[in-house]
């Protein structure tokens, strides 16, 4: 069992940067693969980023690539997803998920445990 906690979301200009935090308690964080997804209102969950269990794999949705980053520190069960040069179209509410496995995928279905969401609001 892993609970996750989202932190970092906020209101911000457009062209401005948030960090997202996703603290993990339960056993064995580096077990996990993770993901960052996002949900707008009206709109289905999609995957933004995802980051394999060592922290040596990493990928993105094309949309972000370039922009957002996602990192890990498996001795603090603490995901990150570092935003920069924010836009309108970013604004949604983020999650985290966790996936046993080594590696990340943008699948949805494939994620065990969710987190409850942080909201991200991009102004222009």
């Known amino acids: 069992q892993v609970q996750l906690v989202e932190s970092g979301g906020g209101l911000v200009q457009t062209g401005g940067s948030l960090r997202l935090s996703c603290a993990a308690s339960?056993?064995?964080?580096?077990?996990?693969?993770m993901g960052w997804f996002r949900q707008a209102p009206g709109k289905e969950r999609e995957f933004v980023a995802g980051?394999?269990?060592?922290?040596?794999?990493?990928s993105y949705t094309d949309s972000v690539e370039g922009r957002f980053t996602i990192s890990r520190d498996n001795a603090k069960n603490t995901v990150y997803l570092q935003m920069n040069s924010l836009k309108p179209e970013d604004t949604a509410v983020y999650y985290c998920?966790?996936?046993?496995?080594?590696?990340?995928?943008?699948?949805?279905?494939?994620?065990?445990?969710w987190g409850q969401g942080t909201q991200v609001t991009v102004s222009s």
């Open positions: 998920a966790a996936r046993p496995n080594l590696l990340a995928t943008a699948r949805t279905g494939a994620y065990d445990y």
């Open positions: 339960g056993r064995a964080f580096s077990s996990y693969a």
């Open positions: 980051i394999s269990r060592s922290g040596g794999s990493t």
